[in-house]
């Protein structure tokens, strides 16, 4: 094997599938990154044996050829090299060289042969959909994801897959966030994952402002595929809760209120929050939110915005930051939330999209 790149378009591809690769893998080929040099390019993957990343960038091969070599290690070369062209060609004893402007290194490496295969999908189950789309369902989704082991299923996003649509689900217990968007084209079958929180992070990393991503479900993997960068997970096995039986009938009486005033107010409400006394109070007049805290032996605030509301006033509990992880991702200026009750959840309705939050004891 040896080619020739350039040094940032070599870097570009090592950021791409490098961040799942763990200095302390159980097995040392997981700490490796597999290059194979083919006619038309250079071929990178690595894998942590639940997710693999793969990703393929234009080269000058003179000879083809494949070898796995630490990735950490290969990552810090390339970095500190001098700008320009690299030459990089592997020696049968499994070693490669390196060679950047008047500087040479060599690394040793593993066989090929040693890396776990990347699965394979079956294109005729394939969806595709907007990456800005899929992106912004995996914003206003995963934050709400528990990260308790003990719920595992619930330790990643919902992704149900009906006819032209694509929905995408996440809760804890406590909060639950749902989205919809429209494929390009309708699936040729339904079908119903959960995709693993940090399968999600590689996914979001990757994503760009416009072009498409394919989506192809299997047994028991799924495949994104983001022009050309492929991201291939296990999905985590399970029955994920019937979400719908929690979501409340919409109600006619909302609270009108400029999303940047009700931000900032919890942002500051939660400056005394502590783990044991996380719950800051909503009072709701018929024109004005007020949000206060009381923390013993650290302090109170009180606040009131300016609210269209008109109805029965309540006083509710809620956790600062279930509002705030869902407020700063939302681009819309004035928002319409459900108070339903002292002890009954806040819902938030955005056309294609749901938040609910349950309240806390006072």
Avoid: W
Avoid at 3 to 13: C, F, N, Q, T, Y
Avoid at 28 to 46: C, F, Q, R, W, Y
Avoid at 104 to 129: M, Q, S, T
Avoid at 274 to 300: R, Y
């Amino acid at each position: 094997m040896k080619i020739k790149i350039g040094k940032e378009e070599l870097l570009s591809g090592i950021q791409v599938v490098g961040n799942i690769v763990s200095s302390r893998a159980t097995l040392p080929i997981l700490s490796n990154m597999l290059v194979e040099a083919k006619s038309d390019g250079l071929k990178m993957n690595t894998t942590d044996l639940d997710i693999g990343i793969s990703c393929e960038l234009p080269v000058h091969t003179f000879e083809q050829g494949a070898i796995t070599i630490p990735a950490k290690k290969f990552s810090d070369i390339i970095r500190e090299l001098p700008a320009g062209e690299v030459i990089i060609y592997a020696r049968k004893n499994n070693q490669i060289e390196i060679e950047g402007t008047n500087c040479r290194f060599k690394l040793n490496g593993l066989p090929k042969e040693e890396f776990p295969k990347f699965p394979e999908f079956k294109d005729k189950d394939a969806v595709l959909i907007k990456q800005t789309d899929l992106k912004e369902m995996l914003r206003l989704t995963s934050f709400a994801v528990s990260y308790e082991e003990s719920r595992y299923v619930l330790n990643g996003l919902l992704l149900e897959i009906s006819g032209d649509t694509a929905r995408m689900v996440a809760t804890d217990g406590r909060r639950l966030a749902k989205i919809e968007k429209k494929l390009l084209q309708a699936s040729a079958k339904d079908f119903s994952i959960i995709i693993p929180i940090k399968a999600v992070a590689e996914i979001s990393r990757n994503l760009k402002e416009s072009g498409d991503c394919v989506i192809i479900g299997g047994p028991n993997q799924v495949l994104f595929n983001i022009d050309g960068i492929l991201i291939a997970t296990r999905i985590i096995e399970g029955e994920f809760p019937n979400y719908k039986q929690v979501i409340p009938k919409e109600i006619p009486h909302k609270v009108k209120v400029k999303t940047a005033d009700l931000l900032a107010a919890i942002r500051r409400a939660n400056l005394l929050s502590t783990p044991d006394f996380q719950a800051i109070k909503f009072e709701v007049f018929k024109d004005k939110l007020v949000i206060s805290k009381t923390t013993p032996d650290v302090g109170e605030s009180r606040e009131e915005i300016d609210i269209e509301y008109g109805q029965q006033e309540m006083m509710v509990g809620f956790n600062p930051q279930f509002f705030i992880d869902v407020l700063k991702n939302i681009s819309d200026e004035r928002l319409e939330l459900e108070f339903l009750g002292p002890d009954k959840p806040c819902v938030l309705r955005l056309r294609e999209y749901l938040y609910l939050a349950l309240p806390m004891r006072l």
